[in-house]
């Protein structure tokens, strides 16, 4: 990448807010829809995506969401937690 790409792209990102950044980064991390089945067991993606949307929440004074979304993270890095069943397959009894 040259130098001038590289300022370019600095100086966008020194337009952007710290919560618009924050905001980017956890629409980059989420899992998309597309890849649930994929990733909704895979437990770096799934705390890299409650970390992300803890720092949103914790940019915009909201504590208590954000402890949750840690919680949540830690949860899946200690493996006290796990995915849930498809909410698309429904129930089958």
Same mark, same amino acid.
């Given at each position: 990448?040259?130098?001038?790409?590289? /300022?370019?792209?600095?100086?966008?990102?020194?337009?952007?807010s710290t919560?618009?950044?924050?905001?980017? /980064?956890?629409?980059?991390?989420s899992?998309?829809p597309?890849?649930w089945?994929? /990733?909704?067991?895979n437990?770096?993606?799934?705390?890299?995506?409650?970390?992300?949307?803890?720092?949103?929440f914790l940019?915009?004074n909201?504590?208590?969401?954000?402890?949750?979304?840690?919680?949540?993270?830690?949860?899946?890095?200690?493996r006290?937690?796990?995915?849930p069943?498809?909410?698309?397959h429904?129930?089958?009894?």
């Open positions: 990448m040259s130098q001038s790409t590289q /300022l370019s792209k600095t100086s966008q990102l020194d337009e952007l919560i618009e950044l924050a905001q980017a /980064l956890m629409e980059r991390l899992i998309s597309n890849d089945h994929r /990733l909704k067991s437990r770096n993606s799934r705390a890299t995506e409650q970390a992300a949307a803890a720092l949103v940019l915009k909201q504590p208590t969401e954000a402890l949750a979304r840690l919680e949540q993270a830690s949860g899946w890095l200690d006290s937690i796990s995915a069943p498809c909410p698309s429904g129930d089958k009894g």
